[in-house]
């Protein structure tokens, strides 16, 4: 059994050798099935094979076209509130990928601390989520999370965040690569962002661009970089960025692509003296808490241990191996392409407002 950390070191080519070799010849041997399922799927719903559904509201997708983590969270955030700035009533769906039965997932509930009373109705069934939300709490505006796959509920706009570290999934489709669809897709997408910008050098980030625009000619083009602006810890005052400045931390975190939270880690100035990176939505119970403690606590001369917010909602603790324990809050900011992707925003204000008339 192959574990995500090892996956992705396979498929991306960084792991050599013989047994990294012949793992890489049967993933793309399961490729090619997956792949036409995929482009079978896709085929239905463009020429009206599988029906697409609306709903009476107007409906934003945000998504990618690869596994593991690009940065949609703050994206759906900034999202959230730029409606509600403009006296939107916003709700959010979700499948609720990992969530227990009748609770909220750790993405649902990071959500939730940092956007209050805003409904989130995690479903399988996509359409059925949107109309609970706009019957239920007469929402104006549905943010459709992790949405780009799922063809069923019909949207109004399309975004699609790729993640500058890893933009093109590898070029393989799963399991091969990181993609699941083939890139060809994304002429389907309203508008396309690269996140965490700042991980690369301009000269990467104008190749990144040319060739997704050659790939969706029409899209809207915009670029964000996360943005660490504190600390949170479980019950007790968070503290300023600048405290983690010349300090030794250790980290961990449970995401679909570790890297990304190593890098925002790297901009804040401290040093990283040991980085536990576990798998996706990871469960944390009391046995796997302690072990992670045991780890900690043999990590010399550690002011603090950071995670996600993400994870944080799961742990709920303060300190690990009498560590104290804080969750580095991020946030989103743009540095090219905010008022094109706001001019994509401006027709749905006036679509709700002719839903509600």
């Known amino acids: 059994m192959i574990n995500p950390t090892e996956f992705r ?22 490729e090619a099935p997956y792949a036409f399922l995929i482009a079978l799927r896709n085929m239905s719903y463009d020429h ?12 934003i997708s945000v998504g990618n076209l690869t596994l593991g983590g690009t940065g949609k969270t703050p994206l759906v955030q900034w999202l959230a509130q730029w409606f509600q700035d403009r006296s939107s009533r916003v709700a959010l769906v979700s499948r609720g990928y990992k ?27 996509r359409v059925q989520a949107a109309r609970e939300a706009i019957c239920g709490h007469q929402s104006q505006v549905i943010l459709l999370d992790d949405g780009f796959q799922h063809r069923r509920l019909d949207r109004d706009l399309d975004i699609v965040l790729i993640d500058a570290l890893e933009p093109y999934g590898f070029d393989h489709i799963f399991p091969r690569g990181m993609l699941r669809e083939s890139l060809s897709s994304l002429c389907r997408a309203d508008a396309i962002g690269l996140s965490r910008a700042d991980a690369i ?8 661009r040319n060739r997704i625009q050659a790939l969706a000619p029409h899209a809207v083009w915009f670029e964000t970089v996360h943005q660490p602006r504190q600390l949170l810890r479980h019950q007790a005052p968070s503290n300023n960025l600048t405290w983690l400045r010349n300090r030794s931390v250790a ?20 040093q990283i003296t040991a980085f536990h990176a576990l798998p996706d939505h990871y469960a944390y119970t009391e046995q796997n808490l302690q072990t992670l403690a045991t780890s900690l ?36 900011q743009f540095v090219h392409g905010q008022n094109d992707l706001e001019a994509c925003l401006q027709p749905i204000l006036k679509l709700q407002h002719s839903a509600a008339a």
């Open 9 to 30: 070191e396979v498929v991306s080519g960084r792991q050599q050798g013989l047994r990294a070799s012949l793992l890489r010849i049967l993933l793309q041997c399961l």
């Open 251 to 270: 980290a961990f975190c449970g995401l679909g692509n570790p890297s990304g939270f190593q890098h925002t880690l790297a901009t804040c100035g401290c």
């Open 48 to 59: 009206g094979l599988c029906k697409i559904e609306t709903v009476d509201t107007p409906v």
């Open 99 to 125: 969530a227990a039965p009748g609770s909220l997932n750790d993405e649902a509930r990071e959500l939730a601390e940092k956007l209050g009373r805003i409904p989130h109705i995690q479903n399988r069934n």
């Open 201 to 208: 050098s301009a000269h990467q980030r104008t190749t990144i």
């Open 297 to 332: 606590a043999q990590t010399p001369t550690v002011d603090a241990v950071l995670c996600t917010c993400k994870d944080l909602v799961k742990i709920n603790r303060s300190e690990l191996a009498g560590i104290p324990l804080y969750a580095l809050d991020i946030g989103m």
